[in-house]
């Protein structure tokens, strides 16, 4: 090292250890956080180590770190501000997805998903069905009919009616088993 070197190296030193302490308990008192004081202070005065040869010689240096602590020190307040909020938005989103899973579940009903399940598979299954089949099973369930009232209506005979009732309703209890056995299951407790 030449003498120049050892000369800026000595005033690193004699800059660090004097401003160190009270800059960093300056920082400190705003951002609450000994090591991150520390470090505001060590990049302010790498700032300045790294600009002192295009700064004024006149410039205060005490007054410059001074500024540039501060600076830092507020760029990280705004920036510890910005996560915060980014985080209660996130807290905020997860208590209201919460909210409505609670919502959700207090209002479900074992009966309303099982009844909307089984329209489902009553009105696939009878879909399926031959028309004729499909009319007299819906005069006789949806229309509260009975199976004379069909019969005559239809120019069919009661037995007729009855077959194509009975057909619906085997392939109704195959569809449907298991929400017959859930029923009894539920009822038996």
């Known amino acids: ?16 250890e004097q401003y160190r302490e009270p800059f960093t308990r300056f920082a400190n008192s705003f951002v609450r956080d000994r090591a991150v004081s520390e ?4 990049d302010a005065l790498v700032d300045y180590w790294q600009r002192r040869g295009s700064l004024p010689e006149d410039t205060n240096v005490p007054a410059y770190l001074l500024t540039s602590v501060r600076n830092k020190a507020l760029n990280h307040l705004r920036h510890q501000r910005i996560r915060e909020r980014s985080s209660d938005e996130l807290m905020r989103r997860a208590r ?4 409505f899973r609670i919502s959700s579940l207090e209002d ?23 028309a004729q089949t499909r ?27 009855e077959f194509h009732i009975g057909k619906v309703l085997k392939v109704l209890r195959v569809r449907l088993k298991d929400y017959l056995l859930f029923f009894f299951v539920f009822i038996l407790r």
């Open 39 to 42: 470090n505001l202070f060590v």
């Open 108 to 130: 479900f009903t074992t009966q309303s998903l099982f009844s909307s399940e089984i329209h489902e598979i009553v009105r696939q299954t009878l879909a399926e069905m031959p």
């Open 135 to 161: 009319r007299i099973f819906e005069m006789s369930r949806f229309e509260n009919r009975r199976n004379a009232e069909i019969a005559a209506e239809l120019n069919l005979s009661i037995k007729t009616v």
């Open 1 to 16: 090292m030449d003498g120049s070197e050892n000369r800026d190296c000595g005033l690193f030193t004699v800059l660090f």
């Open 96 to 99: 209201s997805e919460l909210d």
